[in-house]
């Protein structure tokens, strides 16, 4: 089985992707060699994506290497996009997924509603000694400032997927699976892996 190596420190994004991937032996690079800090400091998240997977690459310095990045996020129409890219950071520096959800919810509220239209974004990218390629997916839905469920990760607990009345916290974890932004980007980043 081909060895694809995750530039993430993320075990959310770790755990689905192990399942979306099942035909690669699936290793986060902190398996490999110790983690380190990487400064996502691009304004898009293909561009952090790469970032991530590029160091990720050269810190390896195993030339046959193929690292996969993914850089995600969500974004709510009532507060023009936001978070975005900053989702990771958006409770602060030091914000875990509980601070950041409680400040997107707190957000939503100040604006005197209980929801609003969002989505979330992934971008994946693929690094290898021959190609840097990038490819993106998407999830529309509501985000509520209530959040429910203990399932998935970071903000699923208050967002709802279009055509559901629950949220990814509560809906089992196959709902995700099906048509998640990580999921529709990996379909695609699944036809790089094939042709290289
Ligand atoms: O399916 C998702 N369900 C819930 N929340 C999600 C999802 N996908 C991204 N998110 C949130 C988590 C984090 O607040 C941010 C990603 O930030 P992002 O920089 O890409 O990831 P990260 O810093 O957690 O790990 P790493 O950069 O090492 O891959 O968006
Ligand atoms: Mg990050």
């Not at 100040?110 to 979330?120: C, D, L, M, Q, R």
Request: proline content about 3%; glycine content about 8%; charged content about 30%.
């Amino acid at each position: 089985m081909k060895k694809l190596v995750l530039a993430t420190s993320n075990k959310g994004k770790v755990r689905e992707i192990k399942v979306l991937c099942k035909e690669y032996e699936v290793v986060p690079y902190t398996d490999i060699i110790d983690a380190f800090e990487i400064i996502e400091d691009a304004d898009t998240f293909k561009e952090n994506a790469l970032i991530k997977a590029r160091a990720v690459y050269k810190a390896l310095g195993e030339e046959d290497a193929v690292v996969m990045a993914d850089d995600s996020g969500i974004s709510v129409d009532i507060l023009d996009g936001a978070p975005g890219i900053y989702s990771a950071r958006y409770g602060g520096e030091d914000a875990d997924d509980k601070d950041n959800l409680k400040k997107l919810m707190q957000d939503i509220k100040a604006k005197g509603i209980t929801s609003s239209p969002a989505h979330y974004t992934a971008a994946i990218a693929i690094v290898t000694k021959d190609i840097e390629k990038t490819v993106h997916g998407w999830m529309h839905g509501t985000a509520l400032t209530e959040a429910k469920g203990e399932g998935g990760f970071g903000y699923d607990p208050m967002f709802v997927p279009l055509g559901y009345d629950k949220t990814l916290g509560e809906l089992d974890e196959k709902v995700k699976k099906e048509l998640s932004h990580r999921s529709k980007a990996l379909n695609l980043a699944g036809k790089i892996l094939k042709s290289l």
